[in-house]
C-alpha cells in the first residue's frame, strides 16, 4: 500500500492569513511589556512557529526554544509519560509560555507535555495549535489558540508529515492511501 497526494485542505495564504490573527491575538492578550518564551514541538511545529512569530510585534519581548518528544502508551492506554529527547535550553520557571503544536489529534501527547512543563513552575502556559482534529480527542486539552477545525481525515504540509515525508509543503493537503 502506497501513499499519494490528495486535495489542498488548507492554502498557503489562508494558512499565511490565519497566522496573522492568531499572532495578533497572541500579542493581544500578552499586553504591553509582558516577555514570552514560544516553546516549539519537533519536528512539525518548526515551519508554523517560524511564520508566527515573526508576525509578533518587535516591542514584545519573544523568545524561542523547542522540545523533542515522544508519549509512552498504546492506543487505548496512556502510560502519563513522556520521553524527551530534546529538551528546553532555558528554564521556564516564572515565565509566560506558549507552547506551539502542529496539530492536536488524540492529545495525549500534549496533555503529558502540559503536566511536565507545569512542574517547572512557569507563570503561565498556554497552547496554541494550528490543526485540531477535535473528533479524534481523548482526552480534554485546553486549546487557548486554534488555527483550524479539521476533520478525521490524515493531512500533511507545512510541517506535517507522512513517514516523514511532505513537510516542505507550502499547502496543507489530504493523503490518499492506494
Ligand atoms: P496526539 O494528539 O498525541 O494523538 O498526537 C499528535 C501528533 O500526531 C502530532 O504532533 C502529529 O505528529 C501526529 N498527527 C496526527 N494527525 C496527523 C495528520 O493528519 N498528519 C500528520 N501528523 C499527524
Redesign the pocket.
Known sequence: MGYKLGEVILSRDTIARRVKELASDIANDAGKDKSLVIVGILT?AAFFLTDLVRELPEELDVRVDFMSVA?YGDDTKSSGVVRIFHDLKSSIEGKNVIVV??????????SHLLELLKSRDPTSLKVCVLLD?YERRKTEVKVDYCGFRIPDK???GYG???AGMWRHLKDIKYVIEE
Open positions: 512539525g508519549s503544536e502542529d496539530i492536536v489529534d488524540s492529545g495525549l501527547t500534549l482534529k490524515f493531512v500533511v506535517l508529515d507522512c
